[in-house]
């Protein structure tokens, strides 16, 4: 009795477990034989799941796109003294002998005519490239005859060079001279003054010689029509011609009496050869076109991050400038600062700029690219005035690209008539920098958004249909 009363004891305390478990059913039902199906249920069913696979698939679409967000941070990469500069820019009237990189900043920095990672080539009145005049190039020394009794302006007894003084005169003088050489001068140029002597000297030995040249001489101050005609941007302009053509380029050797004879002999040479080759004289007569000659000068600078500027202008060891024919018409190939991630060949740029939306200034890495500041008159040039930001764009891990975006403005700046016109370029680093960075949503993130959306749709849904059945039930009674 005992063992069967304490096994019926047993049964009953686990049938009365057994009845409280269902105490916790958080989602206990309500017996079918209680619930009331209509249409109007079953038309907000409907609608309920209607409207949750509609926000199902927003979000879902949402979760899978990213989006894009910025922010702005102290730049640390001003822990680095210098940033690199890099430039390519068409010169069309400056010719690449002449043309001077100078730096210039707010540390007290002045480097001039910067040849080192520059290069330069000749351009054609088209803006085509004609030849390369060098790399790391620095302009040479030109050696100058010391004469005794130069402060007097007085050449060697004989002949002295043909002084021009009219645009007549000088088409007369060419005709009269199958070969000739003239020196294209103004009496304040020290080198001119310097050459003055010399050329008296040579006109001696050519006559002496009895070479069929002539040597002429024209003063640009005086008689500067003949010069503009001529496109003189230096003094002295020492200029061969040919028939009355212009045989280019002109002459940028020493300027002693030997060298200069030497020339003239060479040349009076080469054209007694081309003379009497006609297949030749064809040849040069077909390449003998004027042309305004001009410089392409690339490279890049290291300059400090500071305010400062570099600019191109035209300068000589061994000349002074014609101001009033130093035109700076320019196109502006290329402009960046850092690295030059828009044209980067590496696949991991590459991948990380295509992420990101132009909306978010990519174009703003190189704004001034395949741009042209033209100047109609002389005495003026363009100056362009830029703000450089750093820009660091992170796409998520292993995606990371920093650059450095551009805000410039460009104005013509007028020159006095004895001041030579410079293209400048000022820039400012700014010591903020722009955070582009690629956000995604977390996975519990969507998971939540979607147990609200189904929650609350549930709820939502249910209490209009509520509401609705109440106020058609009252109507039926």
Known sequence: MRGANGIGGGGVE????????????????????????????????????????VLFLSETIAFARSSIETSISVDDSFDSPKIKLNFDISFYTLPCEYLSVDVLDSLGANRQNITKNVEKWHLDEGGTKRGFHGRNREQREIKHEVHPDQDEYEGEPGEHPVEITSAEEYKKFLDSYPLAFVNFYAPWCIWCQRLHPTWDKLAHNVKEGELQVGVGMVDCVSYDKVCQTNRVRAFPTLRWFENGQEISPDYRGDRTVEALTNFIKMKAVSAERIKANPKIQKQRAQMRVKTEEGCRVSGHLMVNRV????????????????????????????????????????????????????????????????????????????????????????????????????????QIVEYDDMSVPEARFSYDISPMSVIVKKKGRKWYDYFTSLSAIIGGTFSTLGLIDAALYKVFKSKKL
């Open 14 to 53: 686990g049938r009365r477990g057994n009845r409280n478990v269902p105490s916790v059913d958080f989602y206990q039902r309500v017996p079918r034989d209680l619930t009331e199906a209509t249409t109007l249920g079953a038309v907000m069913s409907l609608s309920c799941i209607f409207i949750m696979a």
């Open 307 to 410: 305010p400062g500027n570099f600019h191109v202008e035209a300068s000589s060891k061994a000349h002074n400038l014609n101001v009033a024919m130093t035109n700076l018409t320019h196109t502006i190939n290329h402009l960046t600062f850092g690295e030059d991630v828009l044209t980067t060949t590496s696949t991991k740029s590459k991948r990380i700029l295509k992420q990101i939306p132009d909306s978010y200034n990519v174009k703003q890495l190189q704004p001034l690219d395949d741009r042209t500041y033209t100047t109609s008159r002389y005495h003026q040039a363009f100056h362009h005035n830029i703000k450089v930001v750093a820009t660091d764009y992170n796409m998520g891990s292993n995606q990371q690209l920093s650059a450095y975006q551009m805000l410039a403005q460009s």
